[in-house]
Nanobody, 117 residues
Framework: QVQLVESVGGLVQPGGSLTLSCTAS????????TAWYRQSSGKQRELVAR??????TSYGDFVKGRFTPSRTDAKTISLQMANLKPEDAAVYYC????????????WGQGTQVTVSS
């Protein structure tokens, strides 16, 4: 059974940086897309950043060069966030489109990021 486990988020001051990671466990044949989404109170879940198995990336409009997704190793992805703003506060979720061998979508449990002075 595949699980995605995210690192603990935390409290960051405006303008600060934070890196989230997400590690997949279980038998995985191939990982296609991985992504980070976020959801703040009262809002729909939105795409933060996505990276394909060949490194193609896409971002939410609000990112504006501040966040960088990466594949750390075969089963770990990370999201480097810089110049954080109060409006970036949300629960961040990692996502993977992978095969086990059947192809399916998997989500992490979510991790809270708070941006406040």
């Amino acid at each position: 059974q595949v699980q995605l486990v995210e690192s603990v988020g935390g409290l960051v001051q405006p303008g600060g940086s934070l890196t989230l990671s997400c590690t997949a466990s279980g038998i995985i044949f191939n990982i296609y897309y991985t992504a980070w989404y976020r959801q703040s109170s009262g809002k729909q879940r939105e795409l933060v950043a996505r990276i394909s198995d060949v490194g193609a990336t896409s971002y939410g409009d609000f990112v504006k060069g501040r966040f960088t997704p990466s594949r750390t190793d075969a089963k770990t992805i990370s999201l480097q966030m810089a110049n954080l703003k109060p409006e970036d506060a949300a629960v961040y979720y990692c996502y993977a489109d992978l095969t086990t061998p059947s192809r399916d979508d998997y989500w992490g449990q979510g991790t809270q990021v708070t941006v406040s002075s």
